[in-house]
């Protein structure tokens, strides 16, 4: 059996996503030990998990150090990296959306975006026409329009309180975000047997969880 190299998202998502495996019977340690760790050998499954961070996720895998790896719709669409996407695992969902100040338009000549996703936001907004300056930021997105950095925002709404609790509205929902299962395209082809094995199971969880 071959060894598969997995690319698991720090943070959000690790822990639905280990949940998944654990119930897709992967014969792992109920509890990952939440140490310092970046990389766990699981030799009774053949399975080596690496920790990164969930920008980096497709970044391992495409460059073939991971064989698949488990990614927010959010990082793929914003990277567009040459990996294969096999699976909707429809865990840690939320939305893109623009939001801004209460009753505020964007008339002016080329609002400024402030966003953590520069490609979907520049996309969107050519996609409807409007040409806009984007101002790329790494976090505390929301800051931007309260403090006259820019007139709108693009970023992850997940319950919306973010946005509530700094007086920003909802302008435009743009798509929507989960969690997808990503393979490396070589791996995928040396590798076939496993990873349709390690998809069928999951596609039975997500099955499950859908019920
Ligand atoms: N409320 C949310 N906010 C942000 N990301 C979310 C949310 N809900 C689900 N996600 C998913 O989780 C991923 C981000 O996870 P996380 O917040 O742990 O990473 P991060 O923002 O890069 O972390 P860090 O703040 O440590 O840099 C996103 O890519 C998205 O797919
Ligand atoms: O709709 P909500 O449930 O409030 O979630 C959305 C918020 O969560 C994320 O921020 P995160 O906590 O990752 O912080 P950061 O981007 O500011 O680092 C996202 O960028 C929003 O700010």
Do not use: W
Request: proline residues 5%; negative net charge.
């Amino acid at each position: 059996m071959n060894e598969l190299t997995i690319a698991m998202p720090k943070g959000r998502i690790f822990e639905e996503a280990y949940q998944m495996l654990l119930k897709a019977g992967f014969n792992l340690p109920e509890e990952v030990e939440m140490s310092r760790k970046l990389m766990i050998e699981i030799p009774e499954e053949k399975i080596r998990f690496i920790l990164s961070k969930p920008m980096d996720v497709p970044v391992y895998v495409e460059h073939g150090v991971a064989d698949i790896g488990i990614a927010g719709k959010d990082v793929l669409l914003e990277q567009q990296r040459e990996v294969h996407e096999l699976l909707d695992l429809k865990i840690s969902n939320c939305y893109i959306a623009s939001a801004g100040l209460p009753n505020t338009s964007m008339n002016e000549i080329a609002p400024r975006i402030a966003t953590k996703y520069p490609n979907i936001a520049m996309k969107y907004y050519k996609g409807i026409g409007e040409q806009v300056e984007i101002i790329e930021l790494n976090g505390s997105i929301e800051l931007a329009p309260m403090i006259g950095l820019a007139d709108r925002i693009v970023d992850i709404v997940s319950t919306g309180r973010t946005l509530k609790e700094n007086g920003l509205v909802e302008y435009e929902f743009i798509t929507a975000v989960s969690s997808r299962l990503i393979a490396n395209p070589v791996s995928y082809r040396m590798k076939g047997e496993r990873i349709i094995d390690l998809v069928k199971r999951l596609k039975k969880c997500v099955n499950e969880q859908k019920e």
